[in-house]
């Protein structure tokens, strides 16, 4: 299984600015995820992060405001963009092709005041 | 696309008792069936998956079991215990992408 480590884990920030959420696996990996989980409800695929190309965006979910890079086969950023309250929820990362088992980071709460 | 439907949304039981969550699914061409546990406060944990060419999965207390006919699984908790209480979400593979089941909060008594 991989081991996968998310920063930060939690963090209150002003609506209207920025944050970037790191997503570190202890190996190479095809293909990560980001989800968001608003609260008590259930997971939501924003986008698929591609090594060396553009990430894949779901459906309700756009670049402009959840930037996504992928630098290397370990390592991936999630950019939530002007933020909202309504951008408060619990983002997760998550590594594994799409036939085979996904782990999940431990997620980072976000709260927007 | 894949729908996903999951039940109970929430369950109780006592300590001991057996626990049975459901999900069924609506893409026969979906393969790959994990659940996963989620504490408060921490990322969703696998715990047990099933592939579409077995039907029954067993690890220690849990157990997944598949009906690609009826397009349904279920995850089957037994001699339930306190640190059991958790969410459970089952998911579904789709095209390579998981589409998970709302959820069940599961809260087992003494």
């Known amino acids: 299984s991989a081991v996968i480590s998310q920063k930060p884990s939690r963090d209150i920030c002003q609506r209207g600015t920025s944050l970037t959420i790191q997503c570190q696996v202890d190996?190479?990996?095809?293909?990560m995820f980001w989800y968001r989980q608003q609260p008590g409800q259930s997971l939501t695929l924003i986008a698929t992060a591609n090594q060396g190309s553009e990430a894949t965006y779901e459906s309700g979910f756009v670049i402009d405001k959840f930037p996504i890079s992928r630098p290397n086969l370990t390592f991936s950023t999630l950019t939530v963009s002007n933020m909202s309250p309504e951008d408060s929820s619990i983002y997760l990362c998550?590594?594994?092709?799409?036939?085979?088992?996904?782990?999940f980071g431990q997620g980072t709460r976000l709260t927007v005041v | 696309g894949e729908n996903v439907e999951q039940h109970p949304s929430t369950l109780s039981v006592q300590e001991g008792d057996s626990a049975v969550i459901k999900c069924t699914y609506s893409?026969?061409?979906?393969?790959?069936f994990p659940w996963y546990k989620q504490e408060l406060g921490k990322g969703p944990q696998l715990i047990i998956d099933i592939r579409s060419n077995v039907g029954e999965k067993k690890d220690q207390r849990i157990a997944v079991t598949l009906n690609k006919t009826a397009k349904h699984f279920s995850l089957h908790i037994t001699e339930t215990q306190p640190e059991d209480s958790a969410v459970y979400f089952c998911?579904?593979?789709?095209?390579?992408?998981?589409?998970f089941g709302a959820g069940t909060q599961v809260v087992v008594t003494p």
């Open positions: 190996s190479q990996v095809t293909m």
């Open positions: 998911a579904v593979d789709s095209w390579g992408k998981f589409q």
């Open positions: 893409d026969s061409a979906s393969n790959y």
């Open positions: 998550s590594v594994g092709p799409g036939n085979t088992e996904a782990f």
